[in-house]
């Protein structure tokens, strides 16, 4: 017995959007098919037991929808969800990453198993919430320090962003205050291969592994916090907490975007800088080599000057990312050179920006560099069949 599920959106989701839209949600974990990065299923938060599979996105026509109850609703796409079995787990982890997915999608969640009707409209779920998504991105040089200098600054500037539990998977390992500060450094160097993950009240987030053996570039920190329950000074603090992440971990961009979809910002493909977001965001930081791009673009707005780069602010208080193209009166916001291509249909990276810090471009495959890589992964599998 199946419990099938489906989404009906109006854009596509790239593999790493769906991805991390699904690791976004507690207890989840995404299965990808290392081929081409698409998402196949969603297991349990140990990663043993798939809960339902995901097919798709298939390309929606309008015949495709004729008749149905969502004929009115501007469908390009369909997600398939099938849950296996009757494990009450899988069902509500189905309708709860659909649910993520049709917002996501601009889109309606359906079920073919309602009884008066083939196909309907899902019932509405409360609207959700805006979150502030704050994102960190630097150049992998093969050090492990980005976790230590995100505790230490949360520490010293916004308590909120302290987790209380962290480990590598489900059951974390880590837990303040009963553990020391150390222990969550000491979990980063010990596991170059592993992501970070940690949760507290109104929060969580994740720390990519740091390795510089392989060709992924780009190592990244992403908190998501719930603002409404953060005071004045609180909400203040968020600025000197973000900037001084930028700064410690010598990031070469971050972001901090209020939105209700959660969707991950389009600068990275397959652990690669593809170039400047998109869409703007509310708060940015520039290192010194990206602010000589984008300054003639922040038109408006609050500019911090600090050696390491620069911190802008399009308003004082934190904006919602779809508010914003009206605030600052141009689309596309910067220079299209400065952005990357991405096919409409797929959600796949064409090619990269024109214009970016040289440092940041992906590598040549052809490269020194790209060879040492090459050399290192090819030292690291035959001493793992040696064992």
């Excluded at 630097?138 to 230490?152: N, T």
């Excluded at 160097?189 to 992924?216: H, K, N």
């Amino acid at each position: 017995m199946s419990y099938d599920l489906n989404v009906y959106g109006s854009r596509r989701l790239s593999g790493e959007a769906l991805a991390s839209l699904i690791e976004s949600m507690s207890g989840l974990r995404p299965v990808v098919d290392t081929s081409n990065g698409d998402v196949t299923a969603v297991s349990d938060r140990l990663g043993i037991r798939h809960l339902f599979t995901i097919d798709g996105p298939f390309a929606v026509e309008p015949e495709d929808v004729a008749g149905l109850a969502i004929e009115a609703t501007p469908s390009t796409v369909l997600y398939s969800f099938i849950a296996i079995g009757t494990l009450e787990e899988a069902t509500t982890a189905a309708q709860g990453v659909a649910s993520r997915l049709a917002v996501a999608t601009g889109g309606v969640v359906v079920d073919p198993q309602l009884e008066d009707s083939p196909i309907a409209r899902a019932p509405r779920e409360r609207p959700p919430k805006p979150h502030l998504h704050m994102s960190w991105y630097r150049r992998r040089d093969g050090s492990p320090d980005m976790a230590e200098h995100y505790l230490a600054a949360a520490r010293e500037h916004f308590p909120p962003a302290v987790p209380a539990r962290f480990g590598t998977h489900e059951p974390m390992q880590g837990k303040f205050p009963r553990d020391d500060d150390e222990a969550f450094a000491e979990l980063a160097r010990r596991e170059p291969l592993s992501s970070i993950i940690f949760s507290g009240p109104g929060m969580s987030g994740r720390i990519s592994d740091w390795t510089d053996d392989f060709v992924a570039r780009v190592q990244k920190i992403h908190l998501r916090i719930d603002p409404s329950g953060l005071s004045r000074a609180r909400s203040a603090a968020i600025t000197t907490f973000f900037q001084e992440v930028a700064r410690r971990a010598s990031c070469d961009f971050a972001a901090v975007k209020l939105s209700v979809s959660g969707i991950p910002l389009d600068v990275m493909s397959r652990g690669c800088w593809a170039g400047m977001p998109s869409e703007p965001v509310w708060m940015s930081w520039y290192s010194t080599q990206n602010a000589e791009l984008i300054r003639p673009f922040l038109t408006a707005g609050d500019i911090s000057e600090y050696p390491e780069g620069i911190l802008h602010r399009w308003s004082e208080t934190p904006t919602l990312s779809t508010d914003l193209p009206s605030l600052i009166g141009r689309t596309p916001w910067v220079s299209p050179d400065l952005l990357a291509t991405w096919d409409p249909e797929t959600g796949d990276l064409v090619d990269v920006a024109a214009r970016m810090p040289e440092s940041l471009r992906p590598l040549d495959p052809e490269s020194p560099k790209a060879h040492a890589i090459a050399a290192r992964i090819a030292a690291n599998r035959a001493k793992e069949q040696r064992v």
